[in-house]
């Protein structure tokens, strides 16, 4: 099953804040965060692990609540580099890893200057 | 690292032919995923491999859709017949472990059936 994101859509200015979430209705071994520009292929963000492992880009932060299988990705002092869509994917807790992800539909962030 | 590597980028054909995508994973990685993207339906896996060998095909929307992966760096993805709504783009992805089960896009390859 999809996970759902919210908000769909965000519009900010240069250097403010976005939190973007994402909710699964099944129980999540994973949450992968992946961000796309127009035209081009995801590239990955950061990865949250079960039981707090976490592997992702300096500059990125998120957070994965186990028990509400929830995560929510934090962009901070956003700057135009930051605009395009961003996509979680999860792993559900029974593939226990390495399996192919299910993507939410998607956040679309615009930074305006 | 030259990445994961899709050919054709762009393949335009007409309703009925067989269409053929192409995937080079990065060296060394185990796992390979194809994917396809639509406005409608969003990033959606079709198939997974590990070590050359499928492992979940559940996402394959119908049997004119077949995947193959003959040795660790080449896969394939063929669609016969196509048909429009088979038009989308479709992204390889490899990646390395289990665990974090990272994974690279390559560029993708567009598709449009007429």
């Known amino acids: 099953q999809q996970p759902v994101q919210s908000p769909q859509a965000v519009i900010l200015r240069e250097g403010e804040d976005a939190v973007i979430n994402c909710s699964s209705s099944k129980a999540l071994y994973s949450v992968h965060w992946y961000r796309q520009k127009h035209g081009e292929a995801p590239v990955f963000l950061m990865i949250l692990l079960k039981g707090g492992e976490q592997k992702g880009h300096e500059k990125i932060s998120a957070s994965f609540n186990e028990k509400k299988q929830q995560s929510s990705l934090y962009l901070t002092a956003s700057q135009l580099s930051y605009s395009g869509t961003y996509f979680c994917?999860?792993?559900?807790?029974?593939?226990?890893?390495?399996?192919?992800?299910?993507f939410g539909k998607g956040t679309h962030l615009i930074i305006q200057p | 690292d030259a990445g994961v590597i899709q050919s054709p980028r762009h393949e335009v054909t007409e309703m009925g032919q067989e269409v053929t995508l192409r995937c080079k994973p990065i060296s060394g990685h185990d796992y390979l995923f194809w994917y396809r993207q639509t406005m409608m339906r969003g990033l959606e896996l079709l198939i997974y491999?590990?070590?050359?060998?499928?492992?979940?095909d559940s996402g394959m929307p119908e049997d004119r859709f077949s995947a193959k992966m003959p040795n660790a760096s080449f896969s394939t993805l063929k669609i016969q017949p196509s048909e429009p709504r088979d038009s989308a783009v479709y992204f390889c992805?490899?990646?390395?472990?289990?665990?974090?089960?990272?994974?690279?896009f390559g560029p993708g390859t567009r598709l449009t059936v007429l």
């Open positions: 994917g999860t792993e559900n807790e029974d593939g226990g890893g390495a399996d192919g992800l299910t």
């Open positions: 992805a490899s990646s390395l472990d289990r665990e974090y089960n990272e994974q690279f």
């Open positions: 491999f590990n070590n050359n060998v499928p492992i979940d």
